[in-house]
């Protein structure tokens, strides 16, 4: 099983200020299978990345992911209030899924 | 749109079975193109894939839970289920029914906490 670790656990920023969320994978993982995911309280996560670098219908542009083989990020520029929340990073083996531990993203 | 609905106990005991259903509306689960999933957040804990159902072929479990699990569709229903049998508090979570598209999850239910105690 391929094990996702996100850092850092917790990212204190303002709004109007960018946000680096990294996800390292304990092995190569597939540009293809790669996502990126937004958590709310009580609300279901919200997919914003596929494919690595695809953006999900709706997401705004501000929401940039990019890596490739074991190390992918995901960029929010220009914080707003509405982003700050907890984020996941997932992946597809052509077995299984696994998902990061998550990156919360603070005021 | 299509919404996702799961339902079922929120309070199962130790060594019973987990029943939940996920209902599919605005869309149907009759549909080549798509997977219908189960995943679990135990508190404080990592997502967790559970396994899929498909409109053709056989369901496809997580090999960790495999010996445990069970998933069908029911087409005219337009409704998916899991069974989980021989609970424990480690299956204590927030279970989310969610479809693919491949190999990321568009769209999830609202989740539903089952807490596994005497």
């Known amino acids: 099983e391929i094990v996702l670790t996100q850092s850092p656990g917790t990212l204190s920023l303002s709004p109007g200020e960018t946000a680096i969320l990294s996800c390292r994978a304990s092995?190569?993982?597939?540009?293809?299978?790669f996502a990126w995911y937004q958590h709310k309280p009580g609300q279901p996560p919200r997919l914003l990345v596929f494919?690595?670098?695809k953006r999900a219908t709706g997401v705004p542009d501000r929401f940039s992911g990019s890596g490739s083989g074991t190390d992918f990020t995901l960029t929010i520029s220009r914080l707003e209030p509405e982003d700050f929340a907890l984020y996941y990073c997932?992946?597809?083996?052509?077995?299984?899924?696994?998902f990061g531990q998550g990156t919360k993203v603070e005021v | 749109q299509v919404q996702l609905q799961e339902s079922g106990p929120g309070l199962v005991k130790p060594a019973q079975t987990l029943s939940l259903t996920c209902s599919v509306s605005?869309?149907?689960?009759?549909?080549?193109?798509?997977?219908w999933s189960w995943i679990r957040q135990p508190p404080g804990k990592v997502l967790e894939w559970l396994g899929y159902?498909?409109?053709?072929?056989?369901?496809y479990y997580n090999v960790s839970l495999q010996s445990r699990l069970t998933m069908s569709m029911d087409k005219s229903q337009n409704q998916f289920s899991l069974r989980l049998t021989s609970v424990t508090a480690a299956d204590t979570a927030v279970y989310y029914c969610?479809?693919?598209?491949?190999?990321?999850?568009?769209?999830w239910g609202q989740g539903i906490l089952v807490t596994v105690s005497s």
């Open positions: 494919g690595t670098l």
């Open positions: 159902v498909h409109a053709r072929g056989n369901p």
């Open positions: 605005g869309g149907s689960i009759n549909n080549d193109s798509y997977y």
């Open positions: 092995q190569r993982v597939s540009n293809k299978y």
């Open positions: 969610a479809r693919h598209l491949g190999a990321s999850f568009d769209l």
């Open positions: 997932q992946q597809f083996d052509s077995t299984s899924w696994t």
